[in-house]
Protein backbone atom coordinates (compact mmCIF):
# COMPACT_ATOMS: atom_id res chain seq x y z
CA UNK A 1 0.00 0.00 0.00
CA UNK A 2 1.31 3.54 -0.96
CA UNK A 3 2.46 5.46 2.03
CA UNK A 4 3.46 8.94 2.68
CA UNK A 5 7.40 8.84 3.87
CA UNK A 6 9.52 11.53 6.04
CA UNK A 7 13.20 12.06 6.87
CA UNK A 8 14.67 12.03 9.52
CA UNK A 9 12.49 10.49 11.85
CA UNK A 10 14.34 12.76 14.49
CA UNK A 11 16.14 15.95 14.11
CA UNK A 12 18.03 17.64 17.02
CA UNK A 13 18.81 21.65 16.26
CA UNK A 14 20.61 24.09 17.84
CA UNK A 15 18.94 27.15 18.48
CA UNK A 16 19.18 29.61 15.60
CA UNK A 17 19.93 27.06 12.87
CA UNK A 18 17.55 25.83 9.96
CA UNK A 19 16.32 22.71 9.65
CA UNK A 20 14.66 21.07 6.49
CA UNK A 21 12.29 18.10 6.69
CA UNK A 22 11.74 15.76 4.18
CA UNK A 23 8.61 14.17 3.07
CA UNK A 24 7.96 12.14 -0.14
CA UNK A 25 4.18 12.09 -0.13
CA UNK A 26 1.77 9.55 -2.37
CA UNK A 27 3.22 9.32 -5.72
CA UNK A 28 -0.31 10.30 -7.74
CA UNK A 29 -1.64 12.86 -5.13
CA UNK A 30 -1.59 16.46 -5.75
CA UNK A 31 -2.29 18.50 -2.42
CA UNK A 32 0.47 18.23 0.57
CA UNK A 33 -0.12 19.72 3.66
CA UNK A 34 2.23 20.07 6.95
CA UNK A 35 1.17 19.73 10.51
CA UNK A 36 2.92 20.04 13.67
CA UNK A 37 2.25 18.56 17.24
CA UNK A 38 3.66 19.58 20.25
CA UNK A 39 4.01 17.19 22.84
CA UNK A 40 0.92 16.62 24.64
CA UNK A 41 -0.69 19.11 22.29
CA UNK A 42 -3.10 19.13 19.13
CA UNK A 43 -2.30 18.61 15.59
CA UNK A 44 -2.03 22.63 13.94
CA UNK A 45 -2.69 22.96 10.42
CA UNK A 46 0.20 24.94 9.43
CA UNK A 47 0.10 24.99 5.41
CA UNK A 48 -1.25 23.42 2.54
CA UNK A 49 0.57 23.61 -1.31
CA UNK A 50 -1.21 22.43 -4.94
CA UNK A 51 -0.08 23.24 -7.98
CA UNK A 52 3.72 24.36 -7.07
CA UNK A 53 1.83 27.09 -4.72
CA UNK A 54 0.57 27.49 -0.99
CA UNK A 55 -3.24 27.37 -0.65
CA UNK A 56 -3.67 28.38 2.71
CA UNK A 57 -1.62 29.08 5.62
CA UNK A 58 -2.18 29.16 9.30
CA UNK A 59 -1.45 32.09 11.64
CA UNK A 60 2.03 29.96 12.81
CA UNK A 61 3.27 30.12 9.61
CA UNK A 62 5.41 33.25 9.31
CA UNK A 63 8.06 34.23 7.56
CA UNK A 64 10.44 31.20 9.70
CA UNK A 65 9.11 28.67 7.67
CA UNK A 66 8.98 28.08 3.70
CA UNK A 67 7.61 24.97 1.69
CA UNK A 68 8.87 24.06 -1.55
CA UNK A 69 8.12 21.11 -3.93
CA UNK A 70 12.14 20.97 -5.50
CA UNK A 71 12.06 17.55 -7.87
CA UNK A 72 8.10 16.44 -8.37
CA UNK A 73 8.11 13.35 -5.48
CA UNK A 74 9.84 15.63 -2.45
CA UNK A 75 8.03 18.24 -0.32
CA UNK A 76 9.71 20.31 2.32
CA UNK A 77 9.76 22.72 5.04
CA UNK A 78 11.77 24.86 5.73
CA UNK A 79 12.45 26.36 9.34
CA UNK A 80 15.15 29.14 9.42
CA UNK A 81 16.58 30.28 12.83
CA UNK A 82 14.85 27.30 14.78
CA UNK A 83 13.53 28.08 17.91
CA UNK A 84 12.71 26.13 21.26
CA UNK A 85 9.58 26.61 20.78
CA UNK A 86 9.76 25.05 17.61
CA UNK A 87 10.22 21.42 19.36
CA UNK A 88 7.60 19.07 17.90
CA UNK A 89 6.48 16.27 16.10
CA UNK A 90 6.04 17.29 12.00
CA UNK A 91 3.80 15.66 9.87
CA UNK A 92 3.47 15.71 6.46
CA UNK A 93 0.52 14.85 4.52
CA UNK A 94 -1.09 14.02 1.26
CA UNK A 95 -4.26 14.02 -0.76
CA UNK A 96 -5.42 12.83 -4.38
CA UNK A 97 -8.33 15.62 -4.10
CA UNK A 98 -9.35 18.84 -1.98
CA UNK A 99 -12.45 18.43 -0.61
CA UNK A 100 -15.43 16.25 0.04
CA UNK A 101 -14.15 13.27 1.45
CA UNK A 102 -10.68 13.89 0.43
CA UNK A 103 -8.49 11.29 2.83
CA UNK A 104 -5.24 12.57 4.04
CA UNK A 105 -2.55 10.23 4.62
CA UNK A 106 -0.33 11.33 7.22
CA UNK A 107 3.43 10.46 7.43
CA UNK A 108 5.02 8.95 10.22
CA UNK A 109 6.51 12.46 11.37
CA UNK A 110 9.89 14.26 12.08
CA UNK A 111 10.60 14.87 15.54
CA UNK A 112 12.14 17.96 16.00
CA UNK A 113 14.14 18.93 19.28
CA UNK A 114 15.76 22.34 19.62
CA UNK A 115 18.08 22.98 22.06
CA UNK B 1 -13.36 32.32 17.12
CA UNK B 2 -11.99 28.93 16.11
CA UNK B 3 -12.89 26.32 19.00
CA UNK B 4 -13.08 22.58 19.17
CA UNK B 5 -14.05 20.53 22.41
CA UNK B 6 -13.76 17.14 23.06
CA UNK B 7 -13.11 15.08 26.05
CA UNK B 8 -9.62 14.50 27.54
CA UNK B 9 -9.81 11.21 28.47
CA UNK B 10 -12.75 8.50 28.78
CA UNK B 11 -11.90 4.50 29.82
CA UNK B 12 -14.18 1.97 28.77
CA UNK B 13 -14.07 -1.96 28.59
CA UNK B 14 -13.45 -4.40 25.94
CA UNK B 15 -16.54 -5.24 24.33
CA UNK B 16 -18.74 -2.28 25.32
CA UNK B 17 -19.57 0.76 23.07
CA UNK B 18 -18.64 4.23 23.52
CA UNK B 19 -19.20 7.64 22.38
CA UNK B 20 -16.79 10.38 21.84
CA UNK B 21 -18.54 13.67 21.40
CA UNK B 22 -16.93 16.78 19.74
CA UNK B 23 -18.74 20.02 19.56
CA UNK B 24 -17.35 22.90 17.01
CA UNK B 25 -17.24 26.53 16.71
CA UNK B 26 -15.56 27.36 13.50
CA UNK B 27 -16.24 30.63 10.85
CA UNK B 28 -16.53 28.15 8.21
CA UNK B 29 -17.59 24.83 7.82
CA UNK B 30 -16.53 22.40 5.26
CA UNK B 31 -16.71 18.44 6.96
CA UNK B 32 -15.75 17.14 9.96
CA UNK B 33 -13.35 13.97 9.94
CA UNK B 34 -12.72 11.75 12.69
CA UNK B 35 -8.92 10.26 12.81
CA UNK B 36 -7.10 7.63 15.25
CA UNK B 37 -3.72 8.60 17.07
CA UNK B 38 -1.99 5.66 18.95
CA UNK B 39 0.72 7.48 21.08
CA UNK B 40 3.77 8.22 19.01
CA UNK B 41 2.12 7.22 15.37
CA UNK B 42 0.82 9.32 12.85
CA UNK B 43 -3.19 9.95 12.74
CA UNK B 44 -4.87 7.70 10.42
CA UNK B 45 -8.51 8.68 8.80
CA UNK B 46 -11.60 7.11 10.30
CA UNK B 47 -14.82 8.85 8.56
CA UNK B 48 -15.80 12.03 7.25
CA UNK B 49 -19.12 13.96 7.60
CA UNK B 50 -20.52 17.01 5.56
CA UNK B 51 -24.30 16.39 5.71
CA UNK B 52 -26.34 15.33 8.67
CA UNK B 53 -26.68 11.90 9.95
CA UNK B 54 -24.96 9.32 10.51
CA UNK B 55 -21.68 7.12 8.33
CA UNK B 56 -21.30 3.78 9.38
CA UNK B 57 -18.15 2.21 8.92
CA UNK B 58 -18.26 -1.16 10.19
CA UNK B 59 -17.24 -0.81 14.03
CA UNK B 60 -17.11 2.46 13.76
CA UNK B 61 -19.73 5.57 13.36
CA UNK B 62 -19.85 9.27 13.01
CA UNK B 63 -22.83 12.05 13.40
CA UNK B 64 -23.08 15.25 12.56
CA UNK B 65 -25.58 18.31 13.39
CA UNK B 66 -24.19 21.10 11.22
CA UNK B 67 -27.36 22.85 13.25
CA UNK B 68 -25.81 21.93 17.18
CA UNK B 69 -21.96 22.04 15.85
CA UNK B 70 -21.86 18.63 17.32
CA UNK B 71 -20.46 15.34 16.42
CA UNK B 72 -20.12 12.04 17.87
CA UNK B 73 -17.57 8.80 17.26
CA UNK B 74 -19.24 6.04 18.41
CA UNK B 75 -17.02 2.55 18.67
CA UNK B 76 -18.85 -0.85 19.17
CA UNK B 77 -17.82 -4.05 19.96
CA UNK B 78 -14.43 -2.11 21.87
CA UNK B 79 -11.28 -4.19 21.57
CA UNK B 80 -7.80 -3.71 23.43
CA UNK B 81 -5.80 -1.88 20.31
CA UNK B 82 -8.43 0.90 20.16
CA UNK B 83 -6.79 2.29 22.97
CA UNK B 84 -5.95 5.69 21.35
CA UNK B 85 -6.31 9.34 21.02
CA UNK B 86 -9.28 10.04 18.90
CA UNK B 87 -8.98 13.42 17.02
CA UNK B 88 -12.14 15.04 15.53
CA UNK B 89 -11.26 17.51 13.12
CA UNK B 90 -13.14 20.60 11.10
CA UNK B 91 -12.48 21.62 7.60
CA UNK B 92 -12.71 25.76 7.20
CA UNK B 93 -13.66 27.38 3.94
CA UNK B 94 -13.76 30.29 5.51
CA UNK B 95 -11.16 32.12 3.04
CA UNK B 96 -12.00 30.09 -0.11
CA UNK B 97 -9.26 27.69 0.36
CA UNK B 98 -9.26 24.92 3.14
CA UNK B 99 -7.52 24.77 6.68
CA UNK B 100 -8.03 22.09 9.43
CA UNK B 101 -8.21 22.63 12.55
CA UNK B 102 -7.86 19.65 14.79
CA UNK B 103 -9.20 19.34 18.45
CA UNK B 104 -7.41 18.34 21.41
CA UNK B 105 -7.91 14.79 21.11
CA UNK B 106 -9.64 12.31 23.38
CA UNK B 107 -7.56 9.38 25.06
CA UNK B 108 -9.74 6.39 25.29
CA UNK B 109 -8.32 3.45 27.37
CA UNK B 110 -10.08 0.01 26.71
CA UNK B 111 -9.45 -2.00 30.01
CA UNK B 112 -9.68 -6.25 29.77
Known amino acids: EPEVTQTPSHQVTQMGQEVILRCVPI?????FYWYRQILGQKVEFLVS????????KSEIFDDQFSVERPDGSNFTLKIRSTKLEDSAMYFC?????????????FGPGTRLTVL | GQNIDQPTEMTATEGAIVQINCTYQ??????LFWYQQHAGEAPTFLSYNVLDGLEEKGRFSSFLSRSKGYSYLLLKELQMKDSASYLCAVRDDTSGTYKYIFGTGTRLKVLA
Open chain 1, 49 to 56: FYNNEISE
Open chain 1, 93 to 105: ASSQLAGGEDTQY
Open chain 2, 26 to 31: TSGFNG
Open chain 1, 27 to 31: SNHLY
